[in-house]
């Protein structure tokens, strides 16, 4: 399969507790972005990387989130001290840079914070 | 600003066309896309079309861009049952930003 992986597919987690997704986009993708989604709504930007590079971050990405690319292929995003408000789908996309306007997603991980 | 509206339900009866609508405020936006959410899936991209563009036809799917209004809408020919899902409007380009700009969604259900 060639498409953008995620994983895990599911995590629950007790509140406070700290997690960490990871996201495998397309082979030759240099772009990768990340989307949170919740319930009943269209999914809302978070941050996306150039190569390794962090070049954009959306005001939902609070001080408790921080994502890496670290050799510009792979990525993680973590999140410490969860609250239940986190409890959301997280969603990976890529694309390559000479057609960023072009992103595809992968399944999704999604975190309940309980 | 930007936004994306969408109406949040529709039913249609298997074989008929299907017609989702949404608007935009943003008239920098460069690209509008649909996407396709099955349940506990990810995002599909179906099509998408450029702003200069006010048509653009794939197999059973049209997407009518109207830019003075700032409304696009997709149609589905010929409806099936393994149409119904969650559709998603979305724009990208607008204030020259790489980001996705999602509409809330439109659930579709269709029905024998």
């Known amino acids: 399969d060639t498409g953008v992986s995620q994983n895990p597919r599911h995590k629950i987690t007790k509140r406070g507790q700290n997690v960490t997704f990871r996201c495998d986009p397309i082979?030759?993708?240099?772009?990768l972005y990340w989307y949170r989604q919740t319930l009943g709504q269209g999914p809302e930007f978070l941050t996306y990387?150039?190569?390794?590079?962090?070049?954009?971050k959306s005001r939902l990405l609070s001080d408790r989130f921080s994502a890496e690319r670290p050799k510009g292929s792979f990525s993680t995003l973590e999140i410490q001290r969860t609250e239940q408000g986190d409890s959301a789908m997280y969603l990976c996309?890529?694309?390559?840079?000479?057609?960023?306007?072009?992103?595809?997603f992968g399944p999704g991980t999604r975190l309940t914070v309980t | 600003g930007e936004d994306v509206e969408q109406s949040l339900f529709l039913s249609v009866r298997e074989g008929d066309s299907s017609v989702i609508n949404c608007t935009y405020t943003d008239s920098s936006s460069t690209y509008l896309y649909w996407y396709k959410q099955e349940p506990g899936a990810g995002l599909q991209l179906l099509t998408y079309i450029f702003s200069n563009m006010d048509m653009k036809q794939d197999q059973r799917l049209t997407v009518l861009l109207n830019k003075k209004d700032k409304h696009l809408s997709l149609r589905i020919a010929d409806t099936q049952t393994g149409d119904s899902a969650i559709y998603f409007c979305?724009?990208?380009?607008?204030?020259?930003?790489?980001?996705?700009?999602f509409g809330a969604g439109t659930r579709l259900a269709v029905h024998p």
């Open positions: 996309a890529s694309s390559l840079i000479s057609a960023g306007y072009e992103q595809y």
């Open positions: 990387f150039q190569n390794e590079a962090q070049l954009e």
């Open positions: 979305a724009e990208w380009g607008s204030g020259g930003y790489n980001k996705l700009i």
């Open positions: 082979s030759e993708h240099n772009r």
